[in-house]
């Protein structure tokens, strides 16, 4: 199985950026279906972005860019213009099927504070 590390979070003001990165062991990440979720305090874990479908949350299309490289095997998630509603911590995710049934590998997620 895939295992998984974010890095890059951290604290950051309004208007900032910040790059996220996943790197994957074990397996490689065109085995899967690779994507970003976010939990913020009290509140559930969100979709944020995803690979194939090259899709985003409403909140943060056009602000957050995911991108991979197969060399390095890790997944990136570049966030430009954070709001302080950013501020959560930020889990990658590798999803895959097999035999109709499916399977979600997490890292243990980096925190992002953006600060108003």
């Known amino acids: 199985q895939v295992q998984l590390v974010e890095s890059g979070g951290g604290s950051v003001q309004a208007g900032g950026s910040l790059r996220l990165s996943c790197a994957a062991s074990?397996?490689?990440?065109?085995?899967?279906?690779m994507g970003w979720f976010r939990q913020a305090p009290g509140k559930e874990r969100e979709f944020v972005a995803a690979?194939?479908?090259?899709g985003y949350a409403d909140s943060v299309e056009g602000r957050f860019t995911i991108s991979r490289d197969n060399a390095k095997n890790t997944v990136y998630l570049q966030m430009n213009s954070l709001k302080p509603e950013d501020t959560a911590v930020y889990y990658c995710?590798?999803?895959?099927?097999?035999?109709?049934?499916?399977?979600?590998?997490w890292g243990q997620g980096t925190q992002v504070t953006v600060s108003s």
């Open positions: 074990g397996r490689t990440i065109s085995q899967y279906a």
């Open positions: 690979i194939r479908l090259n």
């Open positions: 995710n590798a999803h895959r099927q097999r035999l109709g049934v499916p399977y979600d590998y």
